[in-house]
């Protein structure tokens, strides 16, 4: 069973920085993909930063520029930077691998993001 653990979420004021991190209990390297979504109350799930085995890097439009993800395949670590964060990033950030047809979820981080 696939298990990944989020941490570094927490509460920080417009315009500040967070990283956040995913330890998997796996190889990184055996997923085609590993990201990071996010929930705000009342919405839906959404992807808003992936990275593929080979390391290319994709997000949305409503982060683009502002945050970035990196991955380290010796500790089998994803990593979320979070720049210039606003209000609307507050959500349930949660990090995601695909291999084959499975799709793997943590159990999520909250971010709060203070105006």
């Known amino acids: 069973q696939v298990q990944l653990v989020e941490s570094g979420g927490g509460l920080v004021q417009a315009g500040g920085s967070l990283t956040l991190s995913c330890a998997a209990s796996?190889?990184?390297?055996?997923?085609?993909?590993m990201g990071w979504g996010r929930q705000a109350p009342g919405e839906q799930r959404e992807l808003v930063a992936t990275?593929?085995?080979?390391?290319?890097?994709d997000y949305a439009g409503s982060v683009k520029g502002r945050f970035a993800i990196w991955k380290d395949g010796t500790t089998n670590t994803v990593y979320l930077q979070m720049s210039s964060l606003k209000s609307e990033d507050t959500a349930v950030y949660y990090c995601?691998?695909?291999?084959?047809?499975?799709?793997?979820w943590g159990q999520g981080t909250q971010v709060t993001v203070s105006s």
């Open positions: 995601s691998a695909r291999r084959a047809r499975s799709e793997y």
């Open positions: 796996e190889n990184i390297f055996d997923f085609s993909y």
């Open positions: 990275i593929s085995v080979g390391g290319s890097a």
